[in-house]
């Protein structure tokens, strides 16, 4: 079959590159130590950041949850799928983190990358005359959800207030959407988030931020990037995702009641997908209630310790550590191949690491993207931090 065929030289395009991935089958729950083909690995790549996603207390409120309201929700929302254990979960989202916005109402999506479609599409139903300023490095679901939208999409370059400031300035559009992530997935930094909403008040621009990793690990209380910072706005339109430091599944959107409202009147990412199982929004408020207490200050307080432990402990002179003091540590290696030899070298070892490459993140720059979560214990990181060292030597 020719189709087929065109398919396999394509394939084996991305092979030459050495950009094939690979899926590995875990047969344990996600946690520091996973089991892969019958062997225990040390994992540093998951986005499970405070260890939650194989809580006891989780599990069984999810237990809870299918006991309440069964497996599946039956409908979309504006069926018959959206559940009390929505409701009640939306409540308790909207109140979490109502100190940062105004009017604040909260929704709840089976994805974060469905969120992001809806929050970008959404902002730009009511406006013909809609222009979005993205940031460079902004995950996939922030692009796509521009391309979405049918509208005028600039590119701001990387952290470039100044760059962005005379695109607002330029820009005739009606309606302004700046969008960003809070922290870079790839890199770990974070976002300018207090000049950048300086920048939108004074140009009248909606500012999403999409706090996939921030939420949950940042703040005091968990609160994520805004709370990091001490921000509040009607201008915020907040995009945390609930499968990373949540450790279940799904995301939400909190803004202004009057935001929320057109996301579920318009949005089609909200509107035309089943709703998810409610037994996760059941879970999920106990998620919350970890994640808001002793426990998860406790939990935050050990990622930032194993944080410092390993960048005190790497010592590097050909790679390079990025600038972040968040949970992702990402080891620049460079080219492709290479990275994947480190990855596979490391994975002999027992240590599972991921190896990114482009399209992911920019040509030459393939990196090691270690990922450290409250699960781990110092032993752990001390494991890695000698590998590590001891590989960059070879
Ligand atoms: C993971 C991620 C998403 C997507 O969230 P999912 O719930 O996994 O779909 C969106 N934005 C960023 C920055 C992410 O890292």
Redesign the pocket.
């Known amino acids: 079959m020719e189709l087929l065929a065109k398919l396999e030289q394509h394939l084996q395009g991305l092979h030459d590159q050495s950009l094939i991935r690979k899926r590995r089958s875990v047969e344990t729950p996600c946690a520091p130590r996973m089991t892969v083909d019958g062997r225990e690995l040390l994992a540093f790549c998951s986005?499970d950041y405070l260890g939650l996603a194989a809580h006891p207390r989780l599990a069984e409120a999810m237990h809870q949850g299918v006991q309440l309201y069964g497996t599946g929700s039956g409908a979309a929302h504006l069926v018959s799928g959206h559940s009390r254990a929505h409701t009640l979960l939306e409540q308790r989202l909207a109140e979490f983190m109502a100190p940062h916005l105004v009017a604040a109402q909260a929704l709840y999506f089976c994805?974060?990358?469905?969120a992001?479609l809806a929050v970008i599409t959404g902002l730009a139903v009511g406006d013909k005359n809609t222009e979005i300023f993205s940031e460079s490095l902004n995950?996939a679901?922030?692009i796509d959800g521009g391309r979405l939208s049918r509208t005028s999409l600039r590119v701001y370059p990387h952290a470039d207030l100044a760059a962005l400031r005379e695109m607002l300035e330029t820009s005739t559009a009606t309606n302004k959407i700046v969008v960003t992530?809070a922290v870079f997935?790839m890199d770990g930094d974070l976002a300018p988030l207090p000049e950048l909403l300086a920048l939108c008040e004074q140009h009248q621009a909606w500012l999403v931020v999409?706090d996939?990793?921030g939420f949950g690990t940042l703040g005091e209380n968990g609160r994520g990037a805004l709370e990091h910072f001490g921000l509040r706005s009607p201008y915020l339109v907040y995009v945390g995702?609930l499968?990373?430091a949540a450790g279940v599944?799904?995301?939400f959107v909190a803004a202004h009641r009057t935001v929320i409202e057109t996301l579920i009147q318009r949005a089609r990412p909200y509107i035309f997908t089943t709703a998810a199982p409610p037994a996760l929004a059941h879970a999920l408020q106990a998620s919350l209630d970890i994640i808001s207490g002793d426990e998860g200050r406790e939990r935050r307080a050990h990622l930032r310790a194993l944080v410092a432990q390993l960048r005190d402990g790497l010592r590097f002179e050909r790679w390079h550590l990025m600038p972040s003091q968040t949970a992702i540590q990402p080891i620049v290696i460079g080219e492709n191949e290479e990275t994947m030899r480190l990855a596979a070298a490391l994975y002999e070892q027992g240590i599972w690491v991921g190896g990114i490459r482009p399209p992911t993140v920019p040509a030459g720059t393939a990196r090691l993207r270690v990922t450290l979560s409250a699960g781990h214990s110092h032993d752990d990181v001390a494991r890695l931090v000698e590998t590590l060292n001891k590989l960059e030597r070879n």
């Open positions: 986005n994805t974060g990358y469905m992001n995950h679901s922030l992530d997935s999409d996939a990793h995702t499968g990373k599944g799904g995301a």
